[in-house]
């Protein structure tokens, strides 16, 4: 099993800026892809940036510009840097993992969240 544990959410005024850390630990063989989602109340979970087994990332049209995706692949860790926040970039934002392929793996790994709040 993978357990991930984010930090660094809180409360930002409009403009501001946050960096988000998530570290994983357990068997983390399993995990090929490192990022995160956020879900926004009375909204569906949206992928907002990942890294990728290979060091490609993708960053959501939403935020890009905005935010930046790092993965420090020894440490198992991601981090995202949301600059220039909106109000809605209001949400809970949840570290995934992907999952490596094959039977002992679990298709995917998921934090249990952090409350980012922009006020205007």
């Known amino acids: 099993q993978v357990h991930l544990v984010e930090s660094g959410g809180g409360l930002v005024q409009a403009g501001g800026s946050l960096r988000l850390s998530c570290v994983a630990s357990g068997d983390t063989t399993c995990i090929s892809s490192l990022g995160w989602y956020r879900q926004a109340p009375g909204k569906e979970r949206e992928l907002v940036a990942v890294v990728f087994g290979g060091g490609s990332s993708y960053i959501a049209e939403s935020v890009k510009g905005r935010f930046a995706v790092t993965r420090d692949k020894p440490n198992n860790m991601v981090f995202l840097k949301m600059n220039s926040s909106k109000p809605e970039d209001t949400a809970v934002y949840y570290c995934?993992?992907?999952?490596?392929?094959?039977?002992?793996?679990?298709?995917?790994?998921w934090g249990q969240g952090t409350q980012v709040t922009v006020s205007a």
């Open positions: 995934n993992a992907g999952g490596q392929p094959g039977v002992r793996c679990e298709y995917d790994y």
